[in-house]
C-alpha cells in the first residue's frame, strides 16, 4: 500500500466497513509513514470536529422565519382535513350508489352471469341475504335500494370477490 | 438515531394520522429547525428555504396518511426536504464557486505525498478555536457543489450513517461513501490552508 491507496482507504477505515487485512496493512503503513499519519489524523478531525461544532455549523432559523412557517404550516394543516373529508364523503356517496343499483338489479334479475352465480350461491349459504332479496323479488323492485348495513357489508365482500374489470349488470 | 427519538417520531406519526390536536405543534418543534437547516445548506438562501420549508410541511401533512412506514419517519421527511430542494434548483443557474479537484491531496508518480505535512489536529482541541472553526466548516461546506454538500450535510453534520443517508438520496452506499470521502478531504485540505496561514500571519 503506498499513500495514495492509504488516502483513498480513509472513509473505510474510520467507518469499520474495512477488511482486517487491509487494516492491518494500513495500520502499518502509518506506524512508519510521518505524512500519512499527519494526513490521517487531521482527516479524522473534520469529521469529529463537525460533529462536534454542529451547534455553530448549522444555520439557525430566524425568528420572524419561524413564526411565518408556523403560520403557514397551521393554516395548511386546517385547510387539507376539509379536503380529505370531501373527497371520502364523495367515495362514500358513489359506493352507496353503486350498491343500491346491484341490489335492484339483483331482485329483478338483471345481474351478469359471473355475479348472478356468486349472488345465488352466497344467498344459499347466508340466510339474511337469502330472505332479503326474496322478499325483494316478492315486493317488486324499486329501480334502487338502500340495503341496511348488514347487507351491505356482504354485497361489498361479493363485488370484491369478482375479478377486476368483470362487468356487474346484463348488457 | 436514539430510542427516545424513535419513539417521539412514533407517537407524532399516530396524532398526525389521527389529527390530534397538537400534532401540528409538534411536527414543527421536531423537525422545524431541521427541515430549514437542511434546506439552507442544499439552497444557501434564506427565502428558497423558507418556501422549500413550507413545501415540505404542506407534502408532509397531506401524505402522513399514505405513509407506509417502512422507512423511519426521519428519513422519510429528510427524502421530502432533499427533493423539494433539488427540484428547487433545478433549472437554477448554479455557480459553483470551487472545484473540488483543486483541493485534492497531490501525490508523485510513486503514489507519496507530494507535499508537507502539517498537523493541526491537536490544535483544533482547544475550545477557544470551536466559535471561529464552525464558521470556517460551513463557509468550506457551502462552497460544495450540492452534490457533495448534501451528503456531508446529512452524514457528518446530521450524524445519519452511510445507509440512512443513501436511502434519503436514492442513491448507493458506495456511492455515498465516495462524494463523501471527497468533501473530507476538501474540507480538510482547506482548513490546513486555513490554519497554517494563520500561523503565518
Redesign the interface.
Known amino acids: 500500500m ?4 492509504l ?2 482507504m ?3 477505515y474510520f ?1 469499520g466497513s474495512m477488511d482486517p487485512r487491509l487494516r492491518e496493512e494500513l495500520d502499518a503503513h502509518l506506524a512508519m509513514c ?3 499519519m ?2 490521517t ?7 469529529d ?14 425568528p420572524e ?2 413564526k ?3 403560520k ?3 393554516a ?2 386546517l385547510k ?2 376539509e379536503k ?1 373529508r370531501e373527497y371520502r364523503d364523495q367515495v362514500e356517496r358513489d359506493r352507496r350508489g353503486k350498491i343500491a343499483d346491484l341490489v335492484s338489479a339483483a331482485a329483478a334479475g338483471r345481474l351478469s352471469s359471473a355475479i348472478a352465480l356468486l349472488m345465488e350461491s352466497h344467498c344459499a349459504a347466508c340466510p339474511e341475504c337469502g330472505e332479503y332479496f326474496d322478499s325483494l323479488r316478492k315486493t317488486g323492485t324499486p329501480p334502487s335500494v338502500d340495503p341496511p348495513d348488514g347487507i351491505r357489508a356482504h354485497v361489498i365482500t361479493l363485488m370484491q370477490t369478482l375479478p377486476p374489470g368483470e362487468e356487474f349488470f346484463l348488457a | 438515531m436514539s430510542a427516545e427519538r424513535w419513539k417521539e417520531d412514533e407517537a407524532l406519526l399516530e396524532s398526525l394520522r389521527k ?1 390530534a390536536p397538537g ?2 405543534d409538534e ?2 418543534r421536531l423537525y ?2 431541521k427541515i ?2 437542511l434546506a ?2 442544499i439552497l444557501k438562501n ?1 427565502s428558497d ?2 418556501e422549500a ?2 413545501d415540505v ?2 407534502t408532509v ?2 401524505k402522513v ?1 399514505t405513509f407506509q412506514g417502512n422507512s423511519a419517519f426521519y428519513s422519510w421527511i429528510y427524502r421530502i426536504c432533499v427533493n423539494t430542494c433539488l427540484m428547487r434548483l433545478r433549472g437554477k443557474r448554479r455557480n459553483e464557486t470551487v472545484s473540488i479537484e483543486e483541493f485534492m ?1 497531490v ?1 508523485t508518480d ?4 507530494a507535499s ?6 491537536k490544535e ?1 482541541e482547544r475550545d477557544a478555536l ?2 471561529e ?3 470556517m ?2 463557509k468550506y ?1 457551502e462552497e460544495l457543489s450540492e452534490k457533495y454538500r448534501v451528503v ?1 450535510v446529512l452524514s ?2 446530521e ?1 445519519l450513517s ?1 445507509e440512512e443517508t443513501a436511502k434519503i438520496l436514492g442513491l448507493s452506499v458506495p456511492a455515498i ?2 462524494r ?2 471527497r468533501a ?2 476538501y ?2 485540505e482547506q ?2 490552508r486555513y490554519l497554517l496561514e494563520g500561523k503565518a500571519g
Open positions: 503506498n499513500c495514495k491507496e488516502a483513498y480513509l472513509a473505510d467507518d510521518e505524512p500519512c499527519v494526513f489524523k487531521t482527516y479524522q478531525a473534520v469529521s470536529k463537525t460533529r462536534l461544532l454542529r451547534r455553530h455549523i448549522e444555520y439557525e432559523i430566524p422565519v419561524r411565518r412557517l408556523e403557514f404550516v397551521h395548511a394543516a387539507y382535513p380529505i | 389529527g400534532a401540528v411536527l414543527l422545524q429547525g430549514f437547516n439552507m445548506s434564506e428555504a423558507e420549508a413550507q410541511f404542506m401533512i397531506r396518511e491531496p501525490f510513486e503514489g507519496m505525498h508537507p505535512m502539517d498537523d493541526w489536529s483544533v470551536n466559535e472553526l464552525g464558521r466548516i460551513r461546506t456531508f457528518d453534520v450524524g452511510n461513501k465516495s463523501l470521502h473530507r478531504l474540507l480538510r482548513l490546513s
